[in-house]
């Protein structure tokens, strides 16, 4: 390289033109690498329904424990015992009832419902007249229709007489206990928040703003109530009446749902907006019970077949290589920052 700058800083160039090279290869490479690793997953990434025994995780959990705790005598005897116990339960050749478990963890759009129907229409098919769903609910509430969709799911479950319990050991609020109101039986842990049965809707307005920049805002409806409160026009008393008019038949319709499935309840008292913590949940009949999903659960193995269902929906290739493209950026970036 001939120049005119100092040979030190030659070297430094050289070497910095160099590291850009090399790290355009590595990307280049991780890029192929991901797509190629996205491609031939494509096909064991087919929508698939998993199911796992928890009774044989729970063993398994408990022999660890034993295996590190009890002397050679004492698991000796425990084997036995526990070889006896399997081979009188094969001798009766009875079938104990089926406990099937559900995830769903909610957003504001309720997004695992597509899984959940898929779940449900899988434990239908198979379901006894002895079994019953568990459902460890965790949802905020969110999107009035999506959390509506979710609870009418549900529904499906106590129209083919399936026994439903929800379990819920963190919050099921608003859409959230619209879905758990539809269960013969909810368990909260004792911190859990119940309960948030009422309707918001809120947005910025940004009329003043645009006004002082001179921009104009022109909407156009056909029909007197298209829209009510806008985010970019000036809003009237009158828009502002007709949402509230709104949220009002929303919430009567909330309430309406709760009674029909939890008509012990005191829905005025309830129905304000407010939630409640486990114990106090209780007292006021939003809950059957006080416990934990794992209490619940483990107590249940002692004489049922528990299975977690769980649905897996494969997203499109397109959205797929998004994503493995987001987190690559996120990487570098993180690896630049440093």
């Not at 063993?59 to 070889?83: D, F, M, P, V, Y």
């Not at 309720?110 to 609910?137: F, H, M, N, P, W």
């Not at 009422?198 to 910025?204: C, D, N, S």
């Not at 703003?209 to 008393?237: I, P």
Request: with cysteine; net charge positive.
């Amino acid at each position: 390289m001939v120049s005119g700058l100092p040979p030190m800083i030659e070297l430094i160039l050289d070497y910095g033109l160099f590291l850009a090279k090399a790290l355009t290869i590595v990307v280049a490479l991780l890029v192929l690498v991901a797509v190629s690793i996205t491609l031939s997953r494509k096909a064991s990434d087919a929508d698939s329904l998993t199911v796992e025994n928890l009774n044989q995780r729970y063993r398994n959990l408990a022999n660890t424990l034993k295996s590190a705790a009890l002397g050679k005598s004492e698991l000796k005897a425990l084997a036995k015992s526990e070889k006896e116990n399997a081979k009188a339960t094969r001798k009766k050749g009875s079938q104990r009832p089926k406990t099937f478990v559900i995830d769903f963890k909610g957003d504001i759009r309720a997004s695992g419902t597509d899984a959940l129907r898929e779940e449900i229409t899988a434990i239908i098919s198979i379901a006894g007249k002895d079994d019953e769903v568990v459902v460890r609910l965790d949802n905020a509430g969110g999107m009035v229709h999506e959390h509506g969709l979710a609870a009418s799911q549900l529904v499906r479950l106590r129209d083919k007489n399936v026994p439903l319990v929800v379990a819920v050991d963190k919050v099921a609020a608003s859409g959230g206990y619209l879905m758990a109101c539809v269960a013969n039986e909810i368990v909260a842990a004792p911190f859990a928040i119940l309960g948030s049965i009422g309707v918001l809707a809120q947005l910025p307005n940004f009329n003043r703003m645009l006004e002082q920049h001179g921009v104009d805002f022109e909407q156009v409806t056909a029909g007197k109530y298209k829209r009510s409160v806008t985010m970019f026009g000036k809003n009237t008393d009158e828009n502002r009446a007709k949402l509230r008019e709104e949220l009002e038949d929303v919430h009567e319709l909330f309430k309406s749902i709760v009674s029909k499935y939890r008509p012990m309840l005191n829905i005025d008292e309830v129905a304000t907006g407010e939630h409640w913590y486990g114990e106090r949940a209780l007292e006021l009949k939003l809950a059957d019970g006080l416990s934990t999903s794992d209490e619940l659960l483990t107590e249940r193995a002692n004489d049922r077949d528990i299975f977690k269902v769980h649905f897996k929906i494969r997203h499109p290739l397109k959205k797929r290589l998004l994503g493995t493209a987001d987190s690559m950026l996120e990487w570098l970036r993180q690896a630049g920052a440093r």
